[in-house]
């Protein structure tokens, strides 16, 4: 018999990959460096997918795909079969079902977005437990919303603050004013984003401590 680990799933689709160029091998660049169980990779056509224990990387990926705009995003909760193997391709799983479940919802969720729990079914994808599952999703349509306003120069400024430059610094590394800084802090919502990321991984990591012992014990 098979043993099992507890994970999620990030699946994310390319939308409207007929009419646009393939974005999948720059996707996978933005994503390279990760801490995951098994890094992204392309599985069928435009759809790439990940595998990883840690609610920390969930909050990640989703960030920096919705930097790069333009990806439909599922998330799946449950177990996953181990030993694991080398590609997030051959593993199998509840958290792999719970993911193409999630992935499906996006196409009718807000900020393109779903998370879904393995043994939920259509409405019911958050699992007997819903409140944790939910309240996850939601943090993270608010999260992708703040996000998804954010402007390239904004992220720009947030990379060099996040490589621990100071506001002065950052003027001077990008020719602005301190006061254009600041109007661009402001903008790209700097602190929400922060705070919210924050948020979602607590959620996270509430699903995972509910969800977790019900799904072992299957």
Request: charged letters at 25%.
């Amino acid at each position: 018999m098979k043993s099992t680990s507890f994970s999620f799933v990030v699946m994310a689709d390319q939308m409207a990959s007929r009419a646009a160029s393939d974005r999948v091998p720059a996707a996978l660049d933005a994503l390279a460096g990760l801490p995951l169980t098994l890094p992204f990779e392309r599985t069928a056509g435009d759809e790439i997918q990940c595998l990883t224990a840690d609610p920390q990387s969930v909050v990640d990926a989703v960030g920096r795909l919705t930097r790069l705009d333009g990806w439909r995003l599922g998330i799946g909760v449950g177990l996953v079969e181990t030993p694991l193997p080398e590609s997030t391709r051959a593993a199998r799983g509840g958290a792999y079902l719970a993911a193409r479940t999630a992935i499906t919802a996006a196409r009718h969720a807000p900020t393109d977005l779903a998370l879904a729990v393995h043994g939920g079914v259509g409405r019911d994808r958050y699992g007997e437990d819903a409140e944790p599952a939910r309240d996850a999703e939601a943090a993270l349509w608010l999260l992708r919303s703040v996000l998804a306003r954010r402007s390239e120069e904004g992220w720009e400024l947030m990379d060099l603050l996040d490589d621990g430059l100071t506001s002065t610094q950052a003027a001077a590394r990008l020719g602005v004013s301190p006061s254009a800084v600041s109007q661009r802090l402001s903008r790209a919502a700097r602190e929400e984003g922060r705070r919210g990321a924050e948020l979602c991984v607590r959620l996270l990591t509430r699903l995972q401590d509910a969800v977790a012992p019900d799904e072992e014990t299957r």
